[in-house]
């Protein structure tokens, strides 16, 4: 799980690597302050404001995510289990993270920047699917398991599961609108999932389905 969570880190990495070199304008409002003020620019540059947003979002989640990595760190010490152990597992999650870090570079050194984005929009979503769904079955384990390591589990899932649920829904709420854009239809830059805070299933499809009245 460690490598996986690093790989994330890299697939973040490549897509801003990728986006670094777009000429972009001078679109800088990721404060929070005036969310009518964004909008009303964003629809008049969308590459430009979601870019600048989409890359606040991403950068947050890198932060969050190397605070994951500690804390699943003194969970592993808490079970008396070694971080750096190679299980058979961890060798395929590496192959998949390895697979989505070479899309991401595949589709960056193509001459479609928006595609590029959108490979890497796509293949975050793919590594905080695996994400979201190894947290989850690590909160189920908490009622199974005692002392110590029922503790340390207990507290690293309430402190990281809501973020990855946030990491997910919001970037898949991204990729869904920064394709609409794509295709020349009306789009809602930035999703609704982020003026919402969906950090749940079912926020993220309320979020979707009210999608048409941030358009
Ligand atoms: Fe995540």
């Known amino acids: 799980m460690q490598v996986y969570l690093g790989h994330v880190i890299v697939i973040r990495r490549e ?3 990728h986006h670094g070199t777009c000429p972009l304008g ?3 409002l990721s404060g929070h302050r005036d969310r009518a003020r964004r909008r009303k620019t964003l629809r008049s540059s969308h590459r430009e ?3 600048e947003d989409l890359k606040e979002e991403w950068n947050k989640y890198l932060d969050e995510t190397r605070t994951h990595q500690e804390i699943l760190g003194s969970v592993f010490e808490a079970a008396g289990l070694d971080i750096g152990t190679e299980s058979p597992g961890r060798s395929v999650v590496r192959q998949k993270g390895e697979a989505l870090v070479a899309a991401v570079r595949a589709a960056r050194n193509g001459d479609d920047p928006k595609i590029a984005e959108l490979v890497a ?3 975050v979503v793919e590594a905080e699917s695996k994400n979201h769904q190894n947290w989850e079955l690590l909160g189920r384990m908490v009622e199974h398991l ?3 390591l029922r503790e340390a589990l207990s507290e690293a899932y309430d402190e990281v599961a809501d973020q990855e ?3 997910l829904f919001h970037t898949m709420g991204w990729a869904r ?3 609409l854009d794509y295709l020349g239809v009306p ?3 930035p999703p609704p999932e982020e003026e919402k805070q969906v950090a749940t299933q079912i926020g993220a499809g309320r979020a979707e389905k009210q999608r048409d009245e941030y358009v």
């Open 165 to 167: 649920a946030h990491h």
């Open 49 to 51: 404001y979601g870019y």
């Open 26 to 28: 001078g679109a800088s």
């Open 121 to 123: 929009a796509e293949s």
């Open 146 to 148: 005692d002392g110590e």
């Open 177 to 179: 609108e920064l394709w």
């Open 187 to 189: 789009a809602a830059l």
């Open 15 to 17: 897509g801003f690597e």
